[in-house]
């Protein structure tokens, strides 16, 4: 049965950074594409970032040359690094896998907040 644990959220200051992972088990086949996903209160989730099996990338437009995403495919994790965050950062942020069907993480608190 394939799990994704992600780990890394927090509160940070404007300004801050935060990196967020993503590890699956329970699997022995790498995925092709992963993706952070982030949902505010009141707000639908929203796309963050997305990276495919041969490292494509695309980014939301409000995240587009703060954040990255990475993946290492030989540990099936994903990582998101956030720099420059600022307030409407804030949410929870959600990691999704594609395999033979989608799989979503718990989700992890980020709040950016002075």
């Known amino acids: 049965q394939v799990q994704l644990v992600e780990s890394g959220g927090g509160l940070v200051q404007p300004g801050g950074s935060l990196r967020l992972s993503c590890a699956a088990s329970g699997t022995p086949f790498s995925f092709s594409a992963m993706a952070w996903y982030r949902q505010a209160p009141g707000n639908q989730r929203e796309l963050v970032a997305a990276i495919t099996d041969d490292g494509s990338t695309n980014y939301a437009e409000s995240v587009e040359g703060r954040f990255t995403i990475s993946r290492h495919n030989y540990k099936n994790t994903v990582y998101l690094q956030m720099n420059s965050l600022k307030p409407e950062d804030t949410a929870v942020y959600y990691c999704?896998?594609?395999?033979?069907?989608?799989?979503w993480g718990q989700g992890t608190q980020v709040t950016v907040s002075a």
């Open positions: 999704k896998f594609v395999l033979d069907k989608e799989y």
